[in-house]
């Protein structure tokens, strides 16, 4: 009989082992650890591509091109977070909506493979703008330099901050309307829109702020998110003509006025060169400043062995450092140089074979290579 109780014992034991064996483990791949443990460094170059009204335009280069990226926007006076953004893969670019008149920092960092986070970079910070719209009866000339037909299309204009006003037109097939657009560095507090009284009466193309009426000028329209052109035939039938915002790109010295909607019939015209670059017009979206194509360091052999040697284009460098992550974002080497060499040599023996991401640090300038480990 106690032989028999404890066989059954020992069954019972063996049956809640193996059914509390069979239990699945909670997956923690898709929750955020509390603090950082990931070693996969931030995107490089993060900077403001261009920035309107109501939305800022980031742009960054990938340390790794696999790797997804989170976006903080916040508030500068306070910083309060405004918008925490995930980005997919494969991407260098996005575009958030953040409200107007108001300045702005931001940081970005790289998620691992797990859903960790690696370590942010600096905040960046960009203040709001100052851009002004002058209505003004002046003749700037009969040559057009940028056309703007249809909607979704800019022609750009001085954003310098020197007060230098570029003179644009919105005509029909009879009429025209001459008006101006300058940039104005007041601190750069606020996104702001003014209708100077000279000429703006007694006209068939009106410029309201956010579809609204104006103030009586000079005045102004204060902060506005946008500008509507009505066309009063002199019959008093009002038709809403065109739409449009101001945006500036902070690395530059243009910004754009931007056709959000424009009426069969009418079209914009500027009536000078584009700004400090000639007699081009139209859009321009690259910026040779924070164009590194033509920057990035060497190494070699590729694939390489036990050995691995660097040249970082920068022998004038005071110091180098030089790290090695695998494709789970994993730092395997970390090794600083002494600068002022062309050429430096790191020693990879122990490292699997495969895909790397060599890290290049150069007095704050980093760059970043893919390499391969052979046998």
């Known amino acids: ?21 069979n ?35 980031y742009g960054w280069i990938p340390f790794i091109d696999g790797a997804q990226h989170r976006i903080k926007t ?16 494969g991407i260098a670019t996005a575009t958030i909506l953040v409200p107007p008149n108001t300045d702005l920092s931001a940081t970005i960092n790289s998620i691992c493979e797990d859903g960790s986070e690696g370590e942010p970079t600096p905040l960046i910070r960009f203040p709001a703008l100052i851009l002004e719209i002058i209505v003004a009866g002046f003749t700037p000339g009969d040559q057009r330099y940028c056309t703007i037909p249809s909607a979704n299309i800019r022609c750009e204009f001085d954003a310098s901050g020197n007060g230098t006003m570029t003179p644009f037109k919105i005509y029909n097939s009879t009429e025209s309307r001459d008006f101006g657009v300058r940039y104005v560095n007041n601190n750069g507090e606020k996104l702001q829109v003014s209708l100077e009284s000279n000429g703006n009466t007694n006209q068939h193309f009106k410029f309201y702020c956010d579809g609204i009426t104006p103030p009586v ?21 009002a038709v809403q003509a065109a739409d449009f915002v101001l945006i500036r790109n902070p690395f530059t010295t243009f910004g754009y006025l931007q056709c959000i909607s424009l009426t069969s019939g009418f079209k914009f015209d500027r009536m000078a060169p ?14 040779p400043e924070n164009d590194f194509s033509n920057q990035l360091p060497t190494a070699s052999p590729n694939p390489f062995s036990n050995t691995l040697d660097i040249f970082p284009n920068n022998p004038a460098a005071a110091s180098i450092t030089l790290q090695m992550y695998n494709l789970s974002g994993q730092k395997v080497l970390d090794q600083q140089f002494t600068g002022g060499q062309e050429q430096y040599s790191l020693s990879t023996e122990g490292l699997a074979t495969g895909f790397y991401f060599l890290r290049i640090e150069a007095d704050g300038e980093v760059q970043t290579l893919k390499v391969i480990k052979s046998e």
């Open 1 to 21: 009989m106690q032989f028999r109780f404890s066989f059954l014992l020992a069954c019972l034991l063996a049956t809640t082992f193996l059914c509390a064996s």
């Open 23 to 57: 239990v699945p483990t909670p997956s923690l791949s898709n929750h955020f650890p509390s603090s950082l443990s990931c070693e996969l460094p931030p995107p490089t170059n993060f900077h403001v591509v261009e920035q309107g009204p109501t939305s800022v335009t």
């Open 74 to 89: 916040f508030r500068t006076s306070d910083g309060s977070l405004l918008d925490n953004t995930v980005l997919p893969a």
């Open 217 to 237: 000028p000079p005045e102004g329209c204060g902060p506005a998110q946008y500008l509507r052109i009505m066309y009063e035939s002199g019959s008093g039938l």
């Open 274 to 287: 584009g700004p400090a670059f000639g007699n081009g017009g139209g859009d321009r979206t690259s910026d």
